[in-house]
């Protein structure tokens, strides 16, 4: 039977709490006298309440959670009374002890003006039975609780009159206790400590006493404070006593611990994309914008919430009553969202897009501008909040005239909105500005500005609409599209579209960064790069719909990194950033908790150092693909191909890391192998029907690869090729043997591998890379992509039942928007990984040319 915590405590408390469970960085503090433990006329018999030594115990458990009791007690009977663990940070003496050699380091003449102050207070009690002393290592305290209360007024007044003779000593009044002490610090310097070492995005602190109002007052932004019994006070909330306190922690407990497990998340495939292939951002089903870098797709984000929670920045539109939106989607075949709320105090629709109005992304100095325009008849509350380099540097916003200004960014960045009156709000080192405003009054729009900080007006809102629209429409209705599930397709192919970085030409494999492919766990990558392989695959998916100006662009990004490059093809890292320049070092944004939780969040990928001796396979496909659609191909291109030949020449017979960059030891990769293969497969293909140049040697050198993937590749006791040469192990990808033409649809060998992959690595509606230890913890989801190579699998045996089952199971685990993550967890039903995902949409555009054939 479950209880309902929240029926015990306000209801602003509760909401209260539930709102803070979500806080990424999450500091717990608390008093212990009267807060976590009941006030008793013997001071050394008050223990905490069970229940809520338990609910601390829980919290400090949690992940992205930390706990502390900061008590005006010595540190030492904090720890013996209180018999927390070790992973709850105990501080004694009002903040001045962390640690319980504190007294040993004291001066010597603190310590003596201490042991005189014991000793008048002494003299003190004396004289009024009743009174107790308690040493601290910088204080004395006289507690009279026990006094006979016609006689406590008067030795309150000796005890202060006697701290008047000794000057220079600090008084502190608590509950029926008076405390000299001879160390300045108090409660709140010790809770902005710990909140700086911990690292705390959020604190909640509970307290009691008088001597809590300094941890109080330090509270700001997300904090909360909570007062236990009567008495004035800086918290914004009140219980009543101890056993209100362990309702609250338990309730905390419960939703931080729902939180992390991934309740109450957006999930990941209901997210929408925003392009305008400079930059891009996400929104929610209800028209949050949670993520945004800029200028460019992987600069640090001015909205991060996706991977750190409102704290970590969002641009929000939402009707004042606080209903959802009614209705979501994208605007015909465009990059265009809009959401419609309906209600009985009207409805509006808010559109948002990032502006191509020009008629290709503006190439000049990093300019762009994310437009969100409001019509209708209702009321709709608009809250700007951003959060400069993820949250880590202080954002402020100035209002200036038609709009907002953010005068201490690194770039350029301004809110034009005129005709909205704004608010500024303070949250901890951030602002945020907050307007209502009543549509039926006119529309209003609102231009996100980065690269500028001019507030002037530009081309008119339904102007640079219509011209977006045009942007993106026209290239998608000259998609030549296939009879099956051509809307998701066309849909498919504008995510790879707008993945595109214009100024280049590379492509990024998404978005986006750190989605976790375990939820609450480690496996969290950044994908706002260009990998060779994978913007190979998805410029040669736009080829087979009709669309070739990707992939000659593609190939020019390819040719400059070369001539940028050291001269040696061989030597090409896996992948680069979107300007064809090297990766910056992996690291970790600390101050970012992760999407439920995950951590580390990541910027750079070390992959970019590993040797994935597969890439030169997907260039050289794309090429031979481009020259059967008939696409002008040049002498620089017969070159490329020349040059990843040459590489293949050179390190075939090396062993790699791997298409999945498992960061382990190097293995002699059967997909790796593979690709070797199809390099110089269809470079001969290339040479004899597009450029009509033959090279005999190529022949033997695509024989030899060949031999050694049937010898060492193929493993008898498995019926299947495998991972690596070195164990037997399966994986996803090798079903690449077939897919590839390395071997025939007939070949026992690959039905064999098919079967294989189908008994061992799918589950449902997907199809898990592989489940050999990798080093990392947890489970990661099954991989679209892979998914897309079974039902392709499927095809080239004639199994079309199964491979039309496949496909339509793969395209329901999509959002309602058309878009798919990078992997799926068929326990939990949800989706995983980095969001939209190249991989996952080129696979599908693959799976409908094939099942439509």
Known sequence: MTTDLTSDLPVQLAEAIGTLARTPMLLVATDYDGTIAPIVDDPM?????????????????????????ISSRALRDLAALSRLPSEIHLVGSHGSEFDVDFALRMDPDVLARRDRIGEGLAEIASAYPGARLEQKPASVAFHWRTVDPASADDAVAAVQAFADDVGDVIVRQGKMVTELGVVPTDKGRALETLRSSLGAGAVLFVGDDATDEDAFATLTGPDLGVKVGGGDTAAAHRVDGTGDVATMLELLATRRAEWLAGAGLVPIEQH???????????????????????????????????????????????????????LQRYDGETMILESTWTSDTGSFTATDYLDVSDGRPNLLAGRSDLIRHLSGD??????????????????????????????????????????????????????????????????????????????RPESDESRRRAHTTRFWADWAGLLE????????????????????YGPSGGIAAAPTTSLPEHLGGVRNWDYRYCWLRDAALS???????????????????????????????????????????????????????????????????????QVQLDVFGPIVDLVHVLGERGAPLSTQHWRLVEAMVGAVELRWSEPDHGIWEIRAAPRHHVYSKVMCWVTVDRAIRIGTEVFGRERPDWHGLRDEIAAD??????????????AAYDGTDLDASVLMVGLSGLVAADDPRFEGTVRGVEAQLRDGPTVYRYHHDDGLPGVEGGFHLMTSWLIDSYAMLGELDEAHSLFRKLLATAGDTGLLAEEYDPVAHRSLGNHPQAYSHLGVINNALNLSA
């Open 539 to 609: 410029a040669a998916a736009l080829v087979r719909l009709g669309s070739h100006i990707e992939a000659m662009d593609y190939l020019d990004w390819v040719l400059g990194v070369l001539e940028r490059g050291d001269g040696e093809p061989e030597r090409l890292n896996p992948l680069y950033a979107l300007d064809g320049g090297k990766l910056p070092p992996e690291a970790d944004i600390t101050e970012l908790a992760g999407y439920g939780g995950s951590r580390p969040v990541r910027v750079g990928n070390a992959a970019d150092n």
């Open 481 to 500: 599209l296939p009879s099956e599930a051509p809307e998701f397709v066309r849909r498919s192919a504008l995510v790879l579209k707008a993945l595109v």
């Open 45 to 69: 018999r008050a223990v905490p309440d069970r229940e809520t030594a338990v609910a601390l115990r829980t919290l400090a458990q949690l992940d992205q959670t930390h706990v502390g009791v």
């Open 272 to 326: 929408s994309l925003l392009s305008d292939q400079r930059t891009a951002a996400i929104v929610t089903p209800d028209a949050r914008i949670t993520w945004f870098c800029a200028p460019r797709l992987d600069d640090p984000a001015i909205f991060a919430e996706l991977l750190g929670g409102p704290t970590a920045g969002h641009f929000t539109i939402s009707a004042v009553d606080g209903s959802a939106p009614s």
């Open 709 to 722: 993937i049937f010898e060492n590749g193929w493993n008898d006791s498995v019926n299947s090729f495998t």
């Open 378 to 455: 209702g009321q709709a509350r608009i809250e700007f909040s951003p959060r400069l380099d993820f949250g880590r540097f202080p954002t402020q916003i100035e209002i200036r005239d038609d709009g907002l200004e953010l005068p201490n960014a690194r770039d350029l960045i301004v809110l034009r909105a005129p005709g909205v009156d704004w608010t500024i709000e303070q949250s901890g080192p951030h602002q945020s500005a907050v307007a209502i405003v009543d549509l039926s009054a006119g529309d209003v729009t609102l231009e996100l500005r980065v690269g500028t900080a001019s507030l």
